[in-house]
């Protein structure tokens, strides 16, 4: 009997996620629950019991993205190791405008890994940690180049990047728009002149 309800349950949850992910892409991270439910063939409580909190089912509907940049990051530090001058800083910046194109593309993810109140991302949020450790091979690779201020942290560009995709999200080209405001982040709002 024990056996079959885990079957069960194991079995509600992946139809569970399956319609989540259909309905976040379709209409972002107000996706209804009571919608998920009811396409999924559950009630209110099973979703709720599988995915305590939205931001639960967002990050369970964002984590095969997640790894794809988590991944991508280690790529890029696993290339960047031959050192060549300039391949940090390259590397970091390659990696960023991934995190935010995946972010204005992928409804749903800025949300994911956005703050909340009372939340802390390093330690409540797995998309956002995961990202983090991903990212501080690129950062300190970047950082020794002195191609980085010296405070900045990969949760500082994490949380960047989820500006830049919430901020862009209505605009009627969203991915062009937050990869000209990424440069221009990039390339500084004042630049000294030498």
């Given at each position: 009997m024990?056996?079959r ?9 992946e ?5 989540a992910?259909?309905?976040?892409a379709?209409?972002g ?5 009571e919608q998920?439910?009811r ?14 909190t939205?931001?639960?089912l967002?990050e369970a ?12 990051a280690r790529?890029?530090a ?8 300039g391949?940090?800083r390259k590397?970091l910046?390659?990696?960023?405008g ?10 749903g993810?800025?949300?994911a890994?956005?703050?909340d109140?009372?939340h802390d991302p390093?330690?409540g949020?797995s998309?956002?940690?995961a990202l983090?450790e991903?990212g501080?091979?690129?950062?300190r690779?970047a950082a020794?180049?002195g191609?980085v ?5 990969v949760?500082?560009?994490i949380?960047l990047a989820?500006g830049?995709a919430?901020a862009t999200e209505h605009?009627p080209e969203?991915t062009?728009?937050?990869?000209a ?8 709002i004042s630049p000294e002149?030498?």
């Amino acid at each position: 009997m024990v056996e079959r309800q885990r079957a069960d349950a194991r079995r509600n949850y992946e139809r569970i996620l399956a319609v989540a992910e259909e309905e976040v892409a379709a209409k972002g991270a107000d996706a209804s629950l009571e919608q998920i439910a009811r396409v999924a063939g559950v009630g209110s409580a099973t979703v709720r019991r599988h995915f305590p909190t939205r931001r639960a089912l967002l990050e369970a509907v964002s984590q095969q993205r997640i790894e794809a940049l988590c991944a991508r990051a280690r790529e890029l530090a696993d290339r960047k190791s031959n050192n060549r001058a300039g391949e940090g800083r390259k590397a970091l910046l390659e990696w960023l405008g991934e995190v935010v194109a995946y972010c204005v593309t992928a409804r749903g993810l800025a949300a994911a890994l956005s703050y909340d109140e009372g939340h802390d991302p390093l330690g409540g949020n797995s998309c956002a940690a995961a990202l983090i450790e991903a990212g501080e091979p690129l950062l300190r690779s970047a950082a020794r180049e002195g191609a980085v201020a010296p405070r900045t942290t990969v949760e500082d560009l994490i949380t960047l990047a989820v500006g830049l995709a919430l901020a862009t999200e209505h605009h009627p080209e969203p991915t062009a728009r937050a990869e000209a405001l990424l440069a221009l982040t990039v390339a500084g709002i004042s630049p000294e002149r030498g």
